[in-house]
């Protein structure tokens, strides 16, 4: 199906439009819904998070280390991600941290939980020092490159960890 | 054929208007999303996988207080017209249900329902937790839905990380992995044509809509599901705070319009609602999106106090069972027989005329 609005590319992008009291379905391409303001984040049929996980892991952000090749637990790649918008295990998080964090950001502004902890028997809280050293180690490689965004939020961090 | 009998209430209790706001919100659901440690997530299983998480789940959730009597429903059993019906009761996702597309249901996916609560197995996550409430109730649904998830937390071991927080199959649902979501009634806002600012206000704020199905789905009889985009970086109460606030400056705006307009237009508004009365008191064959949007008209009529003859439960308990695949369990017919929308009518008729009935009015106040 092609963009409604510039009838070229084609239309990824499928919303619901009131106007009147009658409600319209509108076809857009990414680019299109872009300029309309429309986040295809959410919209997005196939690949939810659209153009955002399609950017995944190909530009480096400061402070991030490499990401795995693969999960060494289910054996999912960035690739596979990137296709399906889902990731295939808990170890994923771990193995993909890196490229996540930047995608987290743009998703939820924000990259650390601060709801409920799940303090289940067996289920050891993180090593506070270790999670220390990591973000002081971060917050370095963040002011070195000037991303003061990033700096400001893993100071905080910091701040929260005491 | 499903038994509805095995949940209490069929598992309608929440549209019995008995909650805050009802006159304007439906019902309020709050979500969690939870995956199980050491286990690949649903999308990435094979079916032995997925039968022996749906093993394990069952068994935690007999051990739990909320789930101990809970129905169970395996979908990967069911046909696909009693997967829909379980679907048009908003107890499981059109996902779970294998009503996306050319997909087809996924196996071992189940549900477990009781009362207020429920869990998906095997959706895009391990386990979806729910609580659904009826009227605008966040902290009832949160309250409901925390209870299970601490219980089943204590006996099944949940992914979870010291910085993302719970962690999900897509990272749009990871940390707190809770969706909060309001089904509201926003007709004054759509005829002064003011919703799609407010829509876009939302946006901004950090909140997003879907029609009444959820994701994904069209919006139908001016009924929107108002809910939160974002599940990490804030605390649950923060999300359903902020969520709440939201929601009651939206009704806010909608009093408002509907003030405008039985204060400028009180002709065309009553007019409006009493014609849309009168079409589901006579129709002879109604569409299930002509129904949906005279029902529309009429709860307007109920919620401002021009009609009297017929109360919200009743137009909740309509809005169900006019559904396609409920009307066509309750006729035998199947789905997509013709015959469908005259029984649909008939249907709206009976449920009208036993209502006006009830509560004294006659077939025309006006």
């Given at each position: 199906m092609r963009c409604e609005r510039c009838g070229e590319r084609e239309a990824v992008v499928h919303l619901h439009q009131v106007a009147g009291g009658e409600v319209t379905k509108v076809h857009l391409c990414v680019q299109c819904a872009a300029e309309q303001g429309v986040a295809a984040a959410e919209t997005v049929g196939k690949t939810p998070l659209g153009q955002l996980v399609a950017a995944l892991g190909k530009a480096s952000e400061a402070g991030e280390e490499a990401a795995a090749e693969a999960c060494p637990a289910c054996g999912a790649t960035l690739e596979d991600f990137r296709a399906t918008g889902?990731?295939?295990?808990?170890?994923?998080?771990?193995?993909?941290?890196?490229?996540?964090?930047?995608?987290?950001?743009?998703?939820?502004?924000?990259?650390?939980?601060?709801?409920?902890?799940?303090?289940?028997?067996?289920?050891?809280?993180?090593?506070?020092?270790?999670?220390?050293?990591?973000?002081?180690?971060?917050l370095q490689a963040a002011v070195s490159e000037e991303n003061f965004e990033l700096a400001a939020e893993l100071r905080d961090r910091l701040q929260e960890l005491g | 054929m499903i038994d509805f009998t095995l949940l209490p209430d069929g598992g309608l209790a929440w549209l019995?208007?008995?909650?805050?706001?009802?006159?304007?919100?439906?019902?309020?659901?709050?979500?969690?999303?939870?995956?199980?440690?050491?286990?690949?997530?649903?999308?990435?299983?094979?079916?032995?996988?997925?039968?022996?998480?749906?093993?394990?789940?069952?068994?935690?959730?007999e051990a739990t207080r909320p789930l101990r009597a809970a129905a169970v429903f395996r979908l990967d059993r069911l046909d696909h017209d009693e997967r829909l019906q379980l679907h048009e009761r908003h107890l499981v996702s059109r996902?779970?249900?294998?009503?996306?597309?050319?997909?087809?249901?996924?196996?071992?996916?189940?549900?477990?329902?009781?009362?207020?609560?429920?869990?998906?197995?095997?959706?895009?996550?391990?386990?979806?937790?729910?609580?659904?409430?009826?009227?605008?109730?966040?902290?009832?649904?949160?309250?409901?839905?925390?209870?299970?998830?601490?219980?089943?937390?204590?006996?099944?071991?949940?992914?979870?990380?010291?910085?993302?927080?719970?962690?999900?199959?897509?990272?749009?649902?990871?940390?707190?992995?809770?969706?909060?979501?309001?089904?509201?009634?926003?007709?004054?806002?759509?005829?002064?044509?003011?919703?799609?600012?407010?829509?876009?206000?939302?946006?901004?704020?950090?909140?997003?809509?879907?029609?009444?199905?959820?994701?994904?789905?069209?919006?139908?009889?001016?009924?929107?599901?108002?809910?939160?985009?974002?599940?990490?970086?804030?605390?649950?109460?923060?999300?359903?705070?902020?969520?709440?606030?939201?929601?009651?400056?939206?009704?806010?705006?909608?009093?408002?319009?509907?003030?405008?307009?039985?204060?400028?237009?009180?002709?065309?508004?009553?007019?409006?609602?009493?014609?849309?009365?009168?079409?589901?008191r006579h129709a002879r064959s109604l569409s299930f999106e002509e129904a949906m949007n005279l029902l529309s008209g009429v709860r307007l009529g109920a919620g401002t106090g021009l009609i009297r003859e017929v109360g919200l439960y009743a137009l909740n308990k309509l809005l169900i069972h006019t559904q396609p695949a409920h009307l066509a369990a309750q006729t035998g017919l199947a789905l997509g027989d013709a015959e469908?929308?005259?029984?649909?009518?008939?249907?709206?008729?009976?449920?009208?005329?036993?209502?006006?009935?009830?509560?004294?009015?006659?077939?025309?106040?006006?």
């Open positions: 889902r990731l295939g295990c808990a170890e994923c998080w771990q193995a993909f941290a890196g490229p996540l964090r930047g995608l987290l950001r743009r998703l939820h502004g924000a990259t650390h939980h601060r709801g409920e902890q799940y303090l289940a028997e067996g289920f050891a809280p993180a090593d506070v020092d270790a999670r220390v050293r990591e973000l002081r180690a971060r | 019995d208007a008995s909650g805050p706001e009802s006159h304007l919100v439906l019902s309020t659901r709050v979500r969690l999303a939870r995956n199980l440690r050491g286990r690949p997530f649903p999308v990435r299983s094979g079916v032995a996988e997925r039968e022996a998480v749906l093993d394990e789940i069952l068994s935690a959730g996902e779970l249900a294998g009503l996306e597309g050319d997909q087809a249901v996924r196996p071992a996916a189940a549900l477990l329902s009781a009362g207020p609560v429920g869990a998906m197995v095997n959706e895009e996550d391990h386990l979806r937790l729910q609580g659904l409430v009826s009227g605008l109730a966040l902290e009832a649904a949160y309250r409901e839905v925390d209870r299970l998830d601490t219980e089943l937390g204590q006996r099944l071991p949940y992914a979870f990380h010291p910085e993302f927080g719970y962690l999900t199959s897509c990272p749009t649902n990871v940390g707190t992995g809770l969706r909060a979501s309001v089904l509201i009634h926003l007709p004054g806002l759509v005829l002064t044509k003011e919703i799609t600012k407010v829509l876009q206000g939302l946006g901004q704020v950090g909140l997003t809509f879907r029609g009444l199905y959820g994701e994904g789905s069209e919006v139908v009889g001016n009924l929107f599901q108002l809910s939160n985009q974002t599940t990490l970086g804030r605390t649950e109460r923060e999300l359903l705070d902020h969520l709440g606030k939201m929601v009651r400056q939206v009704i806010a705006y909608e009093e408002e319009a509907r003030a405008v307009l039985l204060r400028d237009a009180p002709s065309v508004i009553e007019d409006k609602v009493w014609r849309a009365y009168g079409l589901l469908l929308p005259r029984r649909r009518a008939a249907y709206v008729r009976g449920v009208l005329a036993e209502e006006a009935g009830r509560r004294g009015g006659g077939p025309d106040a006006g």
